[in-house]
């Protein structure tokens, strides 16, 4: 028996959901920088997303490879300020505006990216040693949603001090 319990479970990376990404899970593809970026020292890397943990993740990894390209489906970051500010000031960051990744290509390991232009539809491949996908996280709490109200992304409702509709139950 325990009197508070703290729900702490996490959450899982979201997929792009395209043609490569698990057959190259751990060989090229990655949602970790500071995890697999020494594996790309000098080479070329794509990081999809425009969010904080994407442009956080990009400058690690700027010091490490040789260009970080990102790839966002938007014409603008919704990543905070002072991280804007960061990656544009980098020379090693190259951006792709209005893009999206439609597959990822290689022969064992990844080898390009296939993409395409939303405002032009044009589609074409860039070389490339890595994908780094940032575009969000899913709360892995499915199995408490039927005993706790969640948000429409599966977030646990707490209020200000992390506390639950349930005394003693607190979610982090």
Same mark, same amino acid.
């Given at each position: 028996? &325990?009197?508070?319990? =703290? %729900?702490? $479970? ?9 043609? #490569?990404?698990?057959?190259? &899970?751990?060989?090229?593809?990655? /949602? ?9 020292? #000098?080479? @070329? ?13 990009? !400058? !690690? ?12 489906? *938007? ?6 300020? =002072?991280?804007?500010?960061? &990656?544009? &000031? ?12 439609? *597959?990822?290509? #290689?022969?064992? %390991?990844?080898?390009?990216? $296939? ?5 032009? @539809?044009?589609? /074409? ?7 780094? %996908? /940032? ?32 005394? #003693?139950? /607190?979610?982090?």
């Amino acid at each position: 028996t &325990a009197s508070r319990l =703290i %729900i702490a $479970t996490g959450g899982s990376h979201n997929k792009l959901g395209v043609t #490569g990404e698990d057959e190259f &899970a751990g060989r090229g593809v990655s /949602y970790c920088a500071v995890c697999d970026g020494n594996f790309f020292r #000098g080479q @070329d890397v794509v990081v999809v997303g425009g969010g904080d943990a994407a442009m956080d993740e990009s !400058y !690690y990894l700027s010091g490490i490879v040789n260009s970080v390209t990102i790839v966002h489906r *938007r014409d603008e970051l919704r990543a905070a300020k =002072i991280l804007q500010e960061r &990656a544009f &000031a980098s020379p090693k960051f190259k951006w792709l505006w209005s893009h999206v990744v439609e *597959r990822i290509n #290689g022969n064992g %390991i990844v080898t390009s990216v $296939t993409l395409r232009n939303l405002k032009t @539809d044009e589609v /074409y491949d860039k070389p490339v040693a890595g994908v780094f %996908i /940032y575009v969000g996280l899913k709360p892995n709490c499915e199995f408490l949603e039927s005993a706790l109200p969640c948000d429409d992304q599966g977030h646990i409702h707490v209020n200000h001090r992390m506390e639950t509709r349930i005394p #003693g139950v /607190y979610a982090i």
